[in-house]
């Protein structure tokens, strides 16, 4: 990773963050899964889930982080 002198302090710091709770999880130290607001589950936006705008069954979002984690990828 390159940090040059331009941009913000806190975006740099986020994605040193990032790339080291990857770090961790590629090792097998933590179980880490990525999700966006913008995925989707069983058709609808994880945000609409999240605010309980739409409901998504357990055993669908269960499988959509389990695909997601780190654990799935070992």
């Keep these: ?3 040059l002198s331009v941009g913000a ?3 740099k710091q986020r994605a040193l963050y990032d790339a080291v709770k990857d ?3 590629a090792t097998g130290v933590v179980r880490l899964a990525r999700l966006s607001i913008y995925d989707h589950v069983e058709g609808v ?3 609409d889930f999240l605010r309980g705008l739409a409901v998504v069954t357990a055993e669908a979002l269960y ?3 389990a695909a997601r984690s ?3 990828l070992a």
């Design 9 to 11: 302090p806190r975006w």
């Design 70 to 72: 780190s654990a799935a």
């Design 45 to 47: 936006r994880l945000e």
């Design 63 to 65: 499988s959509f982080v």
């Design 1 to 3: 990773m390159v940090f």
């Design 23 to 25: 770090a961790a999880a």
